[in-house]
């Protein structure tokens, strides 16, 4: 598989939440010797353009105020970026905050809008996982979010080394 650098762009959970899911990273980072990353939902990835990463947050800042979105659970899987994450409803905001990203970028990649928080980044066993995941116990319905960062790294990510260069290239509020 070919591996590229591209431009991730998240939207970054507001207070209380953000502080508690940083908690459970850290957390889980140190207990199973995996990265530490800053939570996050996914929500496009482009052409490594800083340019058009910027553009694109600063459409988004202007269009959309902070967005909510509804946690279903927590999930795992054998994929490292998604080994355990807590799984949001998609809604029609996320899909219109995907489409300004890409329309302001130019870019047109169709990225698949899986919206999900990663809670750890590490290959294990599916019966840990699943241990780990039935631990788990998010205090929030829903989650609201009210920035956005785009992060250049390399697709896909595969390791603790991929995680550990990721790099913030450009940030913006949502405040409209």
């Known amino acids: 598989m070919s591996r590229r650098i591209v431009i991730a762009y ?3 959970p507001a207070e209380p939440p953000r502080s508690f899911f940083q908690r459970l990273i850290n957390d889980f980072a140190q207990q199973h010797d995996a990265p ?3 939570p996050h939902v996914t929500v496009f990835v482009g052409a490594n ?3 058009a990463a910027e553009r694109a947050l600063s459409q988004v800042a202007r269009d959309w105020y902070p967005t909510k979105l509804k946690t279903l659970g927590i999930a795992h899987s054998d994929e490292f970026i998604k ?3 807590v799984r949001f409803a998609p809604n029609k ?3 219109q905050i995907n489409e300004t990203i890409r329309d302001a970028a130019q870019d047109p990649s169709r990225y698949e809008l899986e ?3 990663s809670l750890l980044y590490k290959m294990m066993p ?3 996982r699943r241990e780990v995941a039935a631990s788990i116990s998010v205090p929030y319905s829903e ?3 009210d920035a956005i960062k785009a992060v250049r790294c390399v697709s896909p990510t595969q390791s603790r080394a991929d995680v550990e260069v990721w790099r913030v290239v450009a940030s913006a509020e949502l405040s409209a």
């Open 10 to 12: 998240w939207l970054i």
């Open 36 to 38: 530490v990353f800053e």
């Open 49 to 51: 353009r800083v340019g």
């Open 83 to 85: 080994t355990l994450f």
């Open 93 to 95: 905001r996320l899909r």
């Open 115 to 117: 919206p999900h928080l």
């Open 126 to 128: 599916a019966a840990l």
């Open 143 to 145: 989650v609201s979010f």
